[in-house]
């Protein structure tokens, strides 16, 4: 029972917080928290590359994102003689390198999850 008394302090309530999420875990009443997703979806039918396709646009969007913002500070943001800090670029070839190393290390990161991925 986790109960905050004023003789007990609050690393005592965070433990007893903790071993009770632990023997929550063990008692297998979360499995579905330990279960992989991957085996889940595969379980209602989902195929292999759609899981793939949906790891590589979901990282793809974030990249997206992270990128714009990158390309906003180089090119909007001024330095001391007004001027942005990439002037000569074009920016959407800055963004079209961007994206596309983005993209290659997508691949090269599912590249050596393939190679590394363990069956136990």
Same mark, same amino acid.
């Given at each position: ?10 690393? &005592? ?41 949906? &790891? &590589? ?42 994206? &596309? ?20």
């Amino acid at each position: 029972m986790l109960l905050l008394t004023s003789q007990q302090p609050l690393r &005592h309530a965070a433990v007893d917080l903790l071993r009770a999420y632990d023997s929550a875990l063990s008692d297998q009443q979360l499995s579905w928290l330990t279960a992989g997703m991957r085996e889940m979806l595969r379980l209602i039918g989902v195929n292999d590359w759609v899981l793939w396709i949906g &790891h &590589h646009l979901s990282a793809l969007f974030m990249h997206t994102i992270i990128s714009t913002l990158m390309l906003l500070f180089m090119m909007v943001k001024r330095n001391q003689e007004g001027k942005p800090f990439i002037y000569y670029s074009d920016p959407l070839l800055l963004f079209w390198i961007l994206m &596309h190393f983005c993209h290659s290390c997508l691949l090269h990161a599912m590249l050596l999850s393939v190679l590394f991925a363990s069956r136990k």
